[in-house]
């Protein structure tokens, strides 16, 4: 604690302090060691789903190219938030330049809206592959594969530029500790000495375009596949299609859930505990989540991390 307070003392004025998520006691010992083994694993998993993509010519097609841009997306996210909070926990040092905060700011919402938008994309590629299987080459063809991802980086990559360039504008006057792990919009707003109703409305605006509308997308095309997965006349096609649609909706579900309650929550009914909890749900658990949900179920990934191993690993014993 008392390195926690020289650090304070001792940064100049235009740093910030990030309070953290744990204390040092056993139980956030534990607790933080717990976040760094999920931290590794979702880097060692996103990773190689990554490799197994690029490497295995049964995988390159639309679907897997889709869930390869995501898991970088999701390796990237992590690695912005973990491993600043990692240094500052056992460095007990808590500061933060405005350089390095609006970074934080900007790849965070570049990463989770450029996920929201990739999220839609995928379920618009397993409604074409389940409702329109014979047409599946021509509309979801590589251009269009291309132009969906491309577009999900740069949507995610404009609403980070206005946002963190908007919440370091404001003057900060007063108290600059941020009850947080990580510099996140809200959090710093609260910290403004000045009105920021405007920003705030602005976005809300900008919630409801990031998560919103990539979230009706993703329902309308998992309304049709359900519908058309009723009329299937396999009971074997109907748990195949089952099974891999529930799998994408719990990601789905827990992403889109998470972010909605942070940003889209009225602000009276907001906490510091609980937008911190929730935050480390979307930053730090739901990327180590990704690879094993579209992947578990997944004969093809299955087979190419067989071939994988016996070709770098079980060939050479």
């Not at 998520?21 to 534990?30: I, K």
């Not at 390159?60 to 841009?69: A, E, G, K, R, V």
């Not at 919402?109 to 994309?121: I, R």
């Not at 900060?172 to 705030?200: G, K, Q, W």
Request: glycine share 6%; aromatic share 12%.
């Amino acid at each position: 604690m008392t390195g926690a307070m020289e650090d304070a003392n001792n940064t100049t004025d235009t740093n910030f302090i990030l309070l953290g998520l744990f204390n040092h006691t056993q139980t956030h010992l534990f607790l933080f060691s717990m976040v760094l083994m999920v931290f590794l694993s979702s880097l060692m998993g996103n990773a190689l789903l990554i490799v197994l993509i690029h490497e295995d010519p049964r995988l390159h097609m639309p679907m897997y190219f889709l869930l390869s841009q995501l898991s970088l997306m999701d390796v990237m996210l992590v690695s912005t938030i973990v491993p600043k909070m990692a240094a500052n926990y056992l460095m007990d040092t808590r500061s933060i330049s405005p350089a390095g905060c609006g970074a934080q700011i900007f790849l965070f919402l570049t990463l989770g809206g450029g996920e929201c938008f990739l999220l839609a994309a995928m379920a618009y590629d397993r409604y074409v592959a389940i409702c329109h299987p014979l047409r599946y080459p021509i509309l979801m063809n590589q251009k269009l594969c291309l132009n969906m991802t491309t577009g999900s980086w740069l949507l995610g990559g404009v609403d980070g530029l206005m946002q963190a360039g908007t919440t370091l504008s404001f003057p900060y006057c007063h108290s600059r500790e941020i009850n947080h792990f990580f510099c996140e919009a809200p959090s710093l707003v609260r910290l403004a000495c000045a009105d920021t109703t405007f920003f705030e409305f602005f976005m809300y605006v900008c919630c409801i375009l990031m998560l919103l509308i990539p979230l009706s997308i993703i329902l309308a095309s998992y309304s049709l596949i359900l519908a058309a997965v009723l009329n299937m006349r396999s009971t074997a096609a109907r748990k195949k299609a089952f099974a891999t649609c529930s799998s994408h909706l719990a990601v789905v579900g827990l992403f889109y859930g998470t972010l909605i309650f942070t940003y889209m929550r009225p602000k009276s009914y907001r906490t510091v505990a609980h937008d911190k909890v929730v935050s480390a749900f979307y930053t730090i658990f739901t990327p180590v989540l990704n690879p094993l949900i579209y992947s578990v179920r997944n004969k093809e990934v299955k087979g190419a991390l067989k071939k994988w191993l016996e070709k770098h690993f079980l060939g050479h014993l």
